[in-house]
């Protein structure tokens, strides 16, 4: 045994003040952040029909003008401008249909579809952009063995990519 003369003691002090203070503010920050990422999603979430009415009403008077200038010189400048408008929007609509189902508005019904008809649709609109350039898209669809399948699994074409991603993406 040692002899409490000679027993010695270390203590160690460390001031921690500052982390404590600095975890404290990035805790307050993720709250902030979180609240207001909640804010903007429950706005989008209803606001959507605010937002999608003009690019409804662009779809609408696009065809319209289409009906009007049939044969006319102009009309394939407003099948560009139809096609521009249809990727406006579906973009509009993933990006509410995302804020809907962060809202937890919706939620991702997977069912079958036919997967043939929403490439098919990809493929015609970008071949019509890339039109006159290199530019080429080729999706081979085989009901058996290789290239796409042709039935897929998951949520309805034109939900969102979150959506989409929700389901699972199976062959039938």
């Not at 999603?41 to 605010?50: G, I, M, N, P």
């Not at 139809?82 to 991702?108: E, K, N, P």
């Not at 042709?150 to 929700?166: E, M, N, Q, V, Y």
Request: glycine share 6%; aromatic share 2%.
């Amino acid at each position: 045994m040692v002899p409490a003369a000679q027993r010695s003691f270390l203590i160690v002090a460390r001031d921690i003040t500052d982390r404590h203070c600095f975890q404290c503010a990035l805790h307050a920050a993720k709250e902030q952040a979180e609240k207001a990422n909640l804010a903007k999603t429950r706005f989008l979430a209803a606001a959507s029909h605010d937002l999608r009415q003009p690019a409804q009403s662009l779809t609408l008077l696009t065809t319209l003008l289409s009906s009007k200038l049939a044969g006319h010189p102009a009309a394939p400048i407003i099948e560009h401008l139809q096609t521009s408008v249809d990727a406006l929007r579906l973009l509009l609509d993933g990006i509410l249909d995302v804020s809907r189902l962060d809202a937890g508005l919706v939620v991702a019904a997977p069912r079958n579809f036919a997967i043939a008809a929403l490439l098919g649709h990809q493929v015609r609109v970008r071949s019509r952009v890339g039109r006159g350039s290199c530019f080429s898209i080729s999706i081979p669809l085989a009901e058996n063995g290789g290239g796409a399948p042709c039935r897929t699994r998951g949520p309805p074409p034109g939900t969102s990519r979150k959506a989409r991603s929700a389901g699972s993406a199976q062959a039938n």
